[in-house]
């Protein structure tokens, strides 16, 4: 064993130790998995926790051990852990942390490492060459001192230097940026110091790390994969570097941050589809980003969301009065000024119809919402578009239109599709993400943001009753046969068999002395061995 | 500029011209620079990092692959992105990045005023009922006011920038309540040991409360609120105190008091929750920084109430208690003020300088500036003080101004550095200094006759001077690191 120190203070909570009621396999063995989340399950609704809830649950016979990057660790629980699940850690970005105190001198191989890594974010090449700087750093952080060299006066200068470049390598350029300023250098290494913090904790020494969305939680199965060997698997849902590239534009951030901040996401998304064993996106969509971002196509395996169909029962009739049924959260991305300026068409055309609009507003959303008050109000609708709010029965929601309608502009691989499928009713939606594979022939597809199209699929199947039934039968059969939860979880389940069954393989020939075969040959000697003692003993 | 073209990325008007337009005109122009003059253009595509950021912000309008390929003859949405790269030329957005620290200025004075007029309405209090309340009163109120205000603000403060308002709002009720009931506890059982009379009772409770309810309305916003509340009470002491009691004026003090008094606490409590409790949730840490801020706002309670209260049972004199603490109570203002100055000043600084080892120097130059503008405003305030206390006939306590001014120069350096994020070493000085001032005080006790309120004045002197030496000692390296800012 080694005699390499690890730190003790490391910024997570450690393991709420639950109930373990997990079904040994056949073999004799419970099978651990790390369900990896960021920012959702099991401290957040949303789709993505619906999917960790039905994962678990339906994959009864693994253990499971939930990783949670989260805000400050203070986030309330969401959801009703299952019985299978034997832990949950929270590792918190933006929590209180020790105090920091200035580093006179960086040691020279963290010097070199840091500016490697800097390097890399600023002009990403390999993404290799981020991998091995980030295993160069990992001594550090495990060890405690990864923080304060972060945040050090040398760190600052060699940022500096990083940021250099004033425009995209390769690029004609009209306008230069600015040089960048200690400022910018600042908030790079501080932004840089939280997103490294799970490289800081103790990795999951399980059987397989299953990474719920590209992001920050893949540095913990990086790292398990690096000390442990252990398979990888990632599902992504939504797409995590087009959220960031979207959540982050070039009017809200000084240019060097921005391009610090997105290179360092564009490495490490591509980091994580080169170093997974399976990528699993909730849509063949998905996959063409994922492509494009530097993933192995023979890697990507396809898995659509399912719903427990039987939960969604057809309705005996339909509503009084031309009625269309919108379902989502009140949401930019949503695109409800094009619902409202879409109906405001159909209502010329048919001035009984009413628009439903069902779903509660997030935080931070309530200035969306008043303009859209506005827009309805504006366009006349006062009367005939309501806002109803949260509903407790979503199927009640879907029965409440003849049409359901969704006007995204951004999608994965969206349940309310499904849902509304399912529920027998006919789907009018924006061809974004995933939704066409879902929908397939048995609803119609429009432009996004095209409110003229998107009010003429609507009158067309307003104004025919016929193919509306037509529509909505073939839409819960197309979900019966290819979107169910069983055809998910025996997806999932194969997988799982496949990559915990090598991984079965491959320990019996480290136990025969051989070497682990991911073990990075740039972690120092001893380190790997502490850092799986410190691991082991956090589990505990 | 920039929330217009947020917005015309998320809601283009039904007949504006969509970015399908934008895109056309930059594949049938042959000046790229021109058409990207349009705003969306330049954002979308000029400023990107990469071909990908185009890809997303193109999707996000609304184009798909579909639409790319029936469109634009594209076989994807990542072709036209690459196109459209190629093709328009790099060009940085300028942003205007807000400022974090404000610049400091004249409407601070009265900020640090809010903080002041406790003790003015306590005195006021006193001569208007002509009443004695116990020697215990005001530290009491003082340390324990400071205290609960210092862990109500970290509360208040951390849960907010959690984008928890609810949690806000419960954390600081609690606190609030918490503070009442300890402080009637703590007072009760006084009362018990030491004696005194229900007055002081209901005293140092009354202004443990106004003090916390004061910080909670500042770190709520609501200063001109909190000003306008206590502009009844504040007025009508200085009118008692500068002019002296009378049938008329007494009675009337009184009530404006009370009116201020209660009116601050109904208002601060009309802004928080005491329920559901389940919804408070605290981060791992919270309790233990929360305790280093309950511990610090003891220590400097206590430091102020040893200099100045002690202090005028030492140098006795008539006004002592009024005009005695006069010099740090109106430099509070003046505190925040440079506080203000020096944090905005760096933030600029760190904003223009294009060179890390051009900022240390820099960095401490201005924290100098910024003291030395403390010390001259304290120094003068003092010189007031000891000519209006000599227009009385009486000689002025000029150590007990001078410690005064020890204190103002280690409280300013402190709350730089508690603004630093450097509690950690603010509390280290401040044991530091204690540990010199108790060792001194021991042995004064054992080597002279000096009676015990001037041991433990010296004592607290002492322990002050070291505090600030350390402080001072301590400050340089965090001042000067720019991450530390």
């Known amino acids: 064993m080694s005699e390499t120190k690890l730190n003790k203070r490391v910024p997570a909570t450690a393991p709420v130790v639950l109930a373990d009621a997990c079904r040994p396999t056949e073999s004799g063995r419970v099978i651990v998995v790390s369900l990896i989340t960021e920012g959702t399950y099991p401290f957040h609704d949303g789709g993505v926790s619906v999917w960790c809830d039905q994962l678990l649950r339906g994959m009864s016979t693994y253990e499971f051990q939930v990783d949670a990057i989260t805000a400050t660790a203070s986030e309330g629980s969401s959801w009703d852990l299952p019985a299978n699940v034997s832990a949950v850690r929270t590792i918190p970005l933006w929590g209180p942390t020790g105090t920091h105190r200035p580093l006179s001198q960086l040691k020279p191989e963290v010097r070199d490492a840091l500016r490697w890594l800097l390097h890399d974010i600023t002009s990403p090449t390999d993404v290799i060459d981020f991998q091995i700087s980030l295993q160069r750093l990992l001594p550090y952080a495990q060890q405690g001192t990864l923080r304060a060299s972060l945040l050090s006066k040398e760190a600052v200068g060699l940022t500096l230097d990083a940021l250099t470049p004033h425009a995209p390598t390769g690029r004609r350029v009209d306008t230069l940026a600015t040089r960048p300023t200690v400022a910018d250098a600042i908030a790079c290494l501080r932004t840089l110091e939280h997103l490294l913090r799970p490289l800081c904790v103790p990795p999951p020494m399980v059987d397989l790390c299953h990474a719920s969305s590209n992001g920050i939680g893949v540095l913990l199965a990086m790292t398990a994969k690096w000390i442990n060997s252990t398979p990888f698997l990632l599902t992504e849902h939504g797409l995590y570097l087009r959220e960031r590239y979207i959540a982050n534009s070039p009017a809200a951030i000084p240019h060097h941050q921005r391009a610090f901040l997105l290179g360092f996401y564009k490495q490490l998304t591509a980091a994580a589809y080169q170093m997974a064993d399976v990528i699993a996106p909730g849509s063949e969509y998905n996959r063409y980003w994922e492509q494009a971002n530097g993933a192995d196509p023979a890697k990507i395996r396809p898995i659509y969301n399912g719903i427990d169909a039987p939960n969604f029962s057809v309705p005996s009739g339909e509503p009084d009065v031309p009625t269309l049924a919108w379902v989502g959260r009140i949401d930019p991305l949503k695109d409800v000024f094009t619902m409202l300026r879409a109906f405001a068409i159909v209502r010329a055309a048919l001035p009984d119809a009413r628009l439903r609009l069902f779903g509660g507003t997030p935080k931070g959303n309530d200035q969306y919402l008043r303009a859209c008050l506005d827009l309805r109000k504006h366009l006349g609708l006062e009367d005939s578009a309501v806002f109803e709010g949260r509903i407790p029965s979503i199927t009640d929601g879907y029965h409440a239109g003849h049409v359901v309608v969704s006007t995204s502009i951004s999608e994965g691989f969206p349940y309310s599709i499904l849902e509304a499928m399912a529920s027998g009713r006919p789907m009018v939606a924006t061809d974004v993400g995933g939704v066409s594979e879902a929908i397939g022939d048995v609803g119609i597809m429009t432009q996004p943001r095209n409110h003229r199209a998107i009010a003429a699929a609507c009158l067309q199947l307003l104004s025919d009753p016929a193919r509306r039934a037509d529509l909505a039968m073939r839409g819960r059969k197309r979900v019966l046969d290819l979107f169910t939860l069983g055809v998910c979880l025996a997806r999932y389940s194969e997988i799982y068999t496949a990559l915990t069954t090598r991984c079965e393989d491959e320990a019996a020939v480290v136990d025969g002395g051989g070497v682990p075969i991911s073990t990075s040959r740039h972690l120092p000697d001893g380190l790997v061995g502490a850092i799986r003692a410190e691991a082991t003993a956090w589990q505990r | 500029m920039s929330s217009i073209l947020a917005g015309k990325m998320m809601d283009p008007e039904p007949n504006e011209p969509t970015v399908h337009d934008w895109v056309q005109r930059i594949r049938s122009s042959s000046n790229t620079t021109t058409a990207q003059s349009d705003p969306v253009v330049a954002t979308i595509c000029a400023a990107a990092v990469d071909s990908l950021e185009i890809a997303a912000s193109l999707e996000a309008s609304g184009m798909s692959r579909q639409v790319v390929s029936e469109q634009y003859g594209q076989p994807d949405v990542f072709a036209l992105a690459h196109e459209l790269w190629a093709r328009v030329p790099f060009r940085a957005v300028t942003v205007e990045q807000p400022m974090i620290w404000r610049q400091g200025n004249i409407s601070d004075l009265g900020r640090g005023a809010l903080y002041a007029v406790p003790a003015l309405l306590l005195v006021a209090l006193t001569r208007a009922l002509n009443v004695e309340f116990s020697w215990w009163t005001l530290p009491l109120s003082v340390t324990w006011g400071w205290a609960a205000g210092q862990v109500t603000a970290y509360a208040g403060y951390t849960l907010r920038a959690r984008t928890d308002g609810i949690g806000e709002r419960l954390a600081v009720g609690w606190m609030l309540m918490a503070t009442i009931l300890t402080t009637a506890v703590i007072a009760s059982g ?296």
């Open chain 2, 190 to 485: 006084i009362l018990t040991i030491v004696g005194g009379g229900w007055g002081s009772f209901l005293a140092a409770t009354g202004v443990t409360t106004y003090m916390v309810s004061s910080a909670i309305l500042l770190m709520r916003d609501a200063e001109v609120l909190a000003a306008g509340l206590l502009g009844p009470g504040a007025v009508s002491s200085v009118v008692i105190l500068a002019f002296g009691t009378g049938p008329f004026w007494s009675p009337v003090a009184v009530v404006c008091i009370a009116v201020s008094t209660v009116t601050t606490f109904a208002a601060a409590a009309a802004q928080l929750r005491v329920s559901p409790v389940r919804s408070l949730i605290l981060a791992p840490g919270d309790v233990r920084m929360g305790s280093q801020h309950f511990a610090h706002g003891l220590l400097c309670g206590a430091a102020l109430t040893t200099v100045a209260i002690l202090g005028s049972e030492v140098f006795r004199n008539s006004d002592a208690p009024t005009l005695n603490a006069l010099p740090l109570l109106v430099t509070l203002g003046v505190m925040e003020w440079q506080l203000r100055s020096f944090r905005a000043g760096v933030e600029r600084l760190t904003m223009s300088i294009r060179s890390i080892d051009d900022f240390s120097p820099m960095a401490a130059g201005l924290f100098r500036r910024a003291l030395l503008r403390y010390v001259a405003a304290i120094v003068l305030a003092s010189i007031a003080v000891s000519v209006l206390i000599r227009m009385h006939d009486e000689s002025p306590p000029y150590l007990l101004l001078v410690a005064q001014i020890l204190l103002g120069v280690a409280f300013y350096v402190d709350l730089t550095l508690v603004s630093l994020s450097r509690l950690d070493l603010v509390l280290r000085s401040w044991a530091a200094g204690v540990a010199t001032g108790g060792t001194l005080s021991i042995s004064l006790t054992f080597t002279t006759s000096f009676n015990a309120d001037a041991v433990i004045w010296s004592g607290a002197v002492v322990a002050i001077a070291t505090t600030l030496a350390v402080l001072l000692a301590l400050s340089h390296n965090v001042i000067t690191d720019a991450m530390s800012h």
